[in-house]
């Protein structure tokens, strides 16, 4: 069992080898400890353990209030005979069959939610009481301690004494710490330093929360600090069928802070409700106020919870829609009649319909109450009296077979007449027949309109279809406007008789804030008076007072452009531009991170704003950072720039900040990496001025098959070439965080290996005119 990284099973396997009951938690973590398993990894033994013995009775049940308060691993979801508390399957429906939406996400606890004891924590972590901490010193002197603090808030550290911990963020402590153990370490204090040191949590202090009203377990339990209401809720089985999911409170100190809806977490898996949770916090579960259940063509048939200010329109979001076969002009609910307003005892409820198409458009709301049953029918469920039209009408659809719909001409009335570019000449009825038969009337709707006593208005029957053609002959077909620019939805609309501008507009859902509103402009396609012109542009001014043209857009000026807009009428195939405001501007941003005092996100305040104010917006640097290792990146480049000559005064290294910059000052590395084709490979501590031959020399020397150039990137980003060989050899100065890259050369192939004479022959040649060169010189100055 002192192997590490096995799984549950495995340990239990090497405990049942062993003679140990595999089952039982006490003795595998006794065994574990003394044989050196990690505490970590034992905690993830026991939680995997007891969440497979469900209903064990090792000592892993609940415990409530009247006794000591557990801790979040030992949660255990026991069995129990009350249908109403535990959500599963069978428990979480109604007599209709329909399920409770959202409770059978609590019959089971995936892991991932489970709360852990350790795990990483911000610097911002305000240590206290039960903390476990780990100080780590390396470097010059090296020692790891593990330090738990007190109930009065200390912590011992040998050979220092007692240190006063709790109530500091971890980040403060570290320096605090840094500090207290300078005076026995100097190295930590020294610059550059030689002792480095580190301050970690390792296991978290509990909190106590209790967990009440309509919830399978109430009681009081201990989890960590980190723990959300999600987790906890889930440690303890989730809320009862009768517990309300929209309305989680958290109760402190005797007030509510919160009210958490879970439907956010299921229907949209979001959690932006969640609240952090302090010691001795109330999380209460009042019973469910308002159920509502939907059934029939929807996507997620449920029961649902229902706030008193949700409708209809909100019940079908929570359901995921209506199915695409559900029909449109009826869905029905079933709804309880108060006590006081039955007139018969033995009917207390009524049947109501509504119209679906108007709460699918937004044109009605349907306002919903307590024990609602809502169907949406299909299609075929609905009586066949009805007719259909389709075509080149205003309002094609289904229509019912009434008194007030007759004839063909009813029908053509009730959808709302036809359209302009409707063809008058024919219409085609079709008619079903009992035998399922189809017989096809051809109709003059010319006729109809003039005359209503027309033969051709011929009477309908149930499931009658009339077809209005497009009229291809007289009209053109697919008139169209472009409108292009500011607005918020930009491009072809179809034109119709008497469109205006304000029309188009209106259908291109307005302006955006970056529009120009002094004026619109507009191309039209019409016959010109030079030959060489191909359209002609005009200009409609859409403001009218003068000192308002160059305003930015807001919403006080939409009716009055709008009303300057409808005198300008349109024509087919103009193009509308509404051009953007050249003084308006975006704000834009760019980030600085690493070694400043206020490391965030800023708005550039100038079209010319320069790298050195930015960073002095940002407080300056710290004591820590490391100015000549500054990287500035654009987009997915680099830009090479030298942030310590500049802020030495150099102006000659200033920089023109731009939107989507990234800026970043490293800490002091005091160290430089040499790589590639060296002994060996890795950092090495720098020493001011010194040059590249020595970095080489630390890390043993080049090997023989190394290329000509080395690769020096200093501290900044900026890349040289340095040369090794030959009369140009260079020995440059490098920087603290430097990189030295020794690269590799390919051997040449043996078929082009230069024999020994004519490796001589180049070489007396170049020597030749080498001496040359010298005796030439010498003459011309002499």
């Known amino acids: 069992m002192s192997r590490r990284n096995l799984t549950l099973s495995q340990a239990q396997e090497l405990a049942r080898q062993a003679g140990i009951n595999p089952n039982d938690p006490d003795q595998i973590a006794r065994v574990a400890r003394a044989r050196g398993v990690s505490e970590e990894q034992i905690q993830e033994w026991l939680i995997d353990l007891r969440l497979n013995n469900r209903g064990d009775t090792s000592g892993t049940g609940l415990e409530d209030l009247s006794g000591n308060l557990t801790s979040s691993d030992d949660i255990i979801l026991s069995a129990s005979t009350d249908q109403d508390s535990v959500p599963n399957t069978t428990t979480s429906k109604d007599t209709s069959g329909l399920e409770y939406f959202g409770y059978n996400i609590f019959s089971d606890t995936p892991d991932p939610f489970k709360p852990r004891t350790v795990g990483p924590v911000g610097d911002g972590y305000v240590v206290g009481p039960e903390d476990q901490l780990r100080l780590t010193v390396w470097g010059a002197t090296e020692f790891q301690y593990e330090l738990q603090v007190d109930v009065e808030g200390r912590i011992l550290i040998p050979n220092i004494g007692m240190v006063t911990v709790a109530g500091q963020r971890l980040s403060n402590l570290r320096e605090s710490l840094k500090v207290r153990l300078g005076k026995s370490y100097s190295g930590l204090l020294k610059d550059p330093p030689t002792i480095f040191i580190d301050l970690t949590v390792t296991r978290l202090r509990p909190i106590q929360l209790f967990v009440l009203g309509e919830v399978k377990n109430p009681g009081g339990y201990s989890f960590t600090h980190n723990s959300t209401i999600f987790n906890v809720l889930y440690g303890v089985g989730g809320p009862k069928i009768s517990g309300s999911l929209r309305d989680v409170r958290i109760i402190r100190e005797g007030k509510q802070v919160a009210s958490i809806d879970l439907y956010e977490l299921l229907l949209n898996g979001t959690d932006n409700q969640n609240i952090p949770l302090l010691n001795n916090d109330r999380i209460f579960i009042p019973p469910r106020e308002s159920t509502v259940s939907v059934q029939g063509q929807i996507r997620r048939p449920a029961i649902y919870e229902m706030k008193p200010d949700e409708g209809l329109s909100q019940l079908i979001e929570f359901a995921g829609g209506v199915k695409s076969e559900a029909y449109g002009d009826r869905f029905q609910i079933s709804r309880v009649i108060p006590i006081e307003q039955r007139e018969d005892p033995s009917f207390a409820r009524q049947i ?192 009218s007072d003068s000192e308002k043209k160059d305003d930015f857009y807001s919403v006080e000026h939409f009716w009055p452009i709008l009303d300057n807009a409808k005198t300008f009428d349109l024509q087919h195939r103009d193009q509308v531009y509404i051009r953007r405001n050249p003084r308006f501007n975006e704000q834009r941003f760019i980030s600085i991170e690493g070694e400043v ?70 800490q002091i590395p005091n160290t430089v990496l040499v790589t590639g084709n060296v002994a060996l490979d890795g950092f090495i501590k720098f020493k001011p001025d010194e040059r590249l031959t020595y970095y080489l020399d630390q890390a043993g020397g080049m090997q023989q098959d190394s290329y000509k150039y080395v690769q020096l990137t200093q501290a900044n980003g900026a890349i040289y070439q340095v040369r090794r060989k030959g009369w140009f050899k260079q020995n440059p100065k490098v920087e603290d965080g430097a990189r030295i890259n020794v690269i590799y050369e390919l051997p040449e192939p043996e078929s082009e290996k230069q024999s020994a004479g004519e490796i001589l022959q180049k070489s007396v040649a170049t020597l030749t005119s080498a001496l040359t060169i010298i005796i030439l010189a010498e003459r011309a100055f002499n």
């Open 352 to 543: 109501i319909d509504y119209p679906l198409k108007e709460v699918l458009s937004g044109e009605r709301e349907v306002k919903l109450f307590d024990q609602d049953k809502v169907r949406m029918f299909k299609i075929s469920e609905v009586s066949d009296d009805y007719v259909q039209i389709a075509g080149l009408v205003n309002q094609p659809g289904i229509y019912e077979l009434s008194e007030k719909i007759r004839t063909i001409r009813d029908l053509i009335l009730a959808a709302d007449s036809l359209r302009d570019d409707a063809f008058l000449g024919r219409a085609i009825l079709t008619r079903t027949n009992d035998d399922s038969t189809t017989t096809v009337f051809s109709v003059d709707l010319q006729a109809i309109i003039e005359n209503e006593g027309s033969s051709q208005n011929i009477t309908l029957q149930k499931r009658d279809q009339l077809q209005v053609f497009r009229n291809t002959v007289e009209l053109i077909d697919q008139r169209y406007v472009n409108i292009t620019g500011e607005v918020s939805k930009p491009g072809r609309y179809k034109y119709s008789e008497n469109m205006s501008l304000e029309d188009l507009i209106l259908k291109a859902g307005g302006f955006t804030e970056a529009a120009y509103i002094g004026d619109a402009e507009i191309t039209r396609t019409e016959k010109t008076t030079s030959k060489n012109m191909l359209t002609s542009k005009l200009t409609h001014e859409l403001t």
């Open 597 to 666: 005092e206020f490391a965030g996100t800023y708005t550039i305040l100038s079209e010319n704003e320069r790298l050195s104010t930015v960073i002095e917006r940002a407080g300056g640097l710290t004591r820590e950072a490391y100015a000549a290792g500054a990287r500035l990146f654009r987009g997915d480049r680099e830009v090479i720039i030298n942030l310590r000559e500049l802020l030495q005064g150099d102006r000659t290294q200033e920089i023109f900040v731009k939107s989507g910059d990234s800026i970043w000052v490293p």
